[in-house]
């Protein structure tokens, strides 16, 4: 157990008041150090903020940072929405301030076993599919990080976890140097984030931090179905632990159960551990995609690499209805069913999605956009969507990418764009809102876009 003495007195700057900010400074200031918090938005912006942080001990610098505020700290600790390539960052590195990330910072003072969970699309799933099956097998489990809470809060609880399960996202990656995980499961790579990121190659490095640290120790669960992950399995900083592959391809079982993993075949995973096969049946299984296979498999190996019994896990896999805004089931009307898929925000996840329908779907897209490529989508559009919806920042650039392998719309609100998505339909037809897109140009989050998106599907006749 740590005495963070070494905090006592120390001048920490939190950059960023969101919901990670928040936590850091209370953990901060519980512990004894001088904070600042800087944030680039106006005291009026950040009022929900600042009432949460009411009685904490902390002087702030709103409506924009000065490097003299950077530069009289001995750390600097960025919320995950910081970019760390900031000019101002790099001036306070030169002059000896150490800069790092909430998520860096906060898991130096764990004790207990990690699994981080990344990938581009199905960490929250699998992270949720895992903490259900180990809580359901006795285990106390603490789940934060980019899902949840962040690690500065459970570091404030004074809590004691049998097992801490993160959701790490590249963001948090960028500036993880000492991050020593248990188990490592990356469900997929595919462009994301080019807002962000200058090139994939930006990305992929940002994720392959989350191997900085492994050892002999370390076990490694990864898709043998993404070519990209397969592809980071040959750094050598992966081979130096145990590496579980898990698939949907029946031809790999014979070459994953010789090293351990799991397989499905014919609506059962395979799954090798230890010494001995075991099976797990997914005829029950409620949540749509084939995708949802590859969520459970993986979770299936971080569940039993941490003791959990083969009935808990049985049971989480017959009762699991998935997470809301992930291919969630609306509703009903005319013989019309309606999907919320608000989640899917990049071209990757949009092909998961439509992949669990057949054809016949009307597909709304658009949102922020972020300088994605979305050329990848053409066959399965041409395949499967009926009519293509085109709303937000982005519908030009999707347009030009895709607009001609579907009857498409370009719509200029979000509620016109529900509302001719619903008058296209037909008897037998899906609507679907996978946006392919951040939600920012419009909403605050893919939560808020997702329940607003029901609340109108829901006043259909």
């Not at 700057?13 to 004894?32: D, E, I, M, P, Y």
């Not at 972020?370 to 937000?392: C, D, H, M, P, S």
């Amino acid at each position: 157990m740590h005495d963070y003495t070494d905090l006592v007195g120390k001048k920490v700057l939190v950059v960023g008041l969101a919901k990670t900010g928040v936590a850091l400074s209370k953990f901060l200031v519980s512990r004894g150090a001088e904070v600042t918090v800087s944030d680039h938005k106006s005291k009026a912006e950040l009022m929900n903020s600042l009432e949460d942080m009411e009685g904490v001990n902390v002087k702030y610098e709103l409506g924009g940072h000065t490097p003299r505020t950077f530069l009289a700290q001995d750390l600097i600790v960025l919320s995950p929405g910081i970019s760390p390539n900031l000019k101002l960052f790099d001036y306070a590195r030169s002059q000896g301030v150490k800069v790092t990330g909430e998520f860096e910072f906060a898991s130096s003072y764990l004790d207990e076993p990690v699994v981080a969970i990344t990938g581009t699309n199905g960490k929250t799933t699998t992270c949720d599919l895992l903490v259900k099956m180990l809580v359901e097998s006795g285990k106390k489990v603490w789940v934060g990080g980019n899902f949840g809470e962040p690690l500065s809060s459970y570091l404030m609880s004074g809590e004691k976890a049998d097992v801490i399960v993160a959701e790490v996202s590249s963001f948090q990656l960028e500036h993880c140097e000492r991050f020593t995980p248990t188990n490592v499961i990356f469900t997929n790579l595919a462009e994301n984030h080019m807002d962000r990121y200058k090139t994939m190659e930006e990305y992929v490095n940002a994720k392959r931090r989350i191997f900085f640290n492994t050892h002999q120790g370390t076990t490694s669960i990864l898709n043998a179905d993404d070519n990209a992950v397969v592809e980071l399995a040959r750094d050598p900083s992966v081979q130096r632990g145990r590496i579980f592959y898990f698939s949907r391809k029946p031809s790999l079982e014979p070459q994953i159960m010789n090293i351990g993993g799991a397989v499905v075949i014919k609506n059962r995973v395979h799954v090798r551990t230890g010494p001995e096969i075991e099976y797990f049946d997914l005829s029950q299984v409620r949540v749509k995609g084939s995708h949802t296979q590859e969520n459970m498999m993986a979770a299936i190996l971080g569940a039993r690499e941490h003791g959990a019994t083969h009935e808990a896990i049985q049971k989480v896999i017959d009762t699991y209805t998935g997470l809301p805004h992930r291919l969630e089931y609306v509703r009903r009307v005319g013989g019309v069913e309606f999907f919320n898929d608000s989640k899917a925000t990049n071209v990757h996840a949009v092909i998961r999605s439509l992949s669990a329908f057949d054809d016949n779907v009307i597909l709304i897209m658009g949102g922020k956009d972020t300088n994605l490529n979305y050329i990848a989508l053409q066959e399965i559009i041409r395949r499967k969507v009926k009519n293509l919806i085109l709303v937000g920042e982005a519908k030009e650039r999707i347009n030009r990418d895709i607009g001609d392998y579907s009857e498409t719309f370009l719509i200029g609100t979000f509620e016109e764009a529900i509302l001719i998505a619903y008058q296209k339909s037909r008897i037998g037809d899906t609507v679907l809102l996978a946006p392919g897109c951040s939600s920012f140009d419009i909403f605050d989050s893919y939560v808020e876009r997702g329940n607003y998106y029901k609340e109108l599907v829901n006043r259909f006749k």
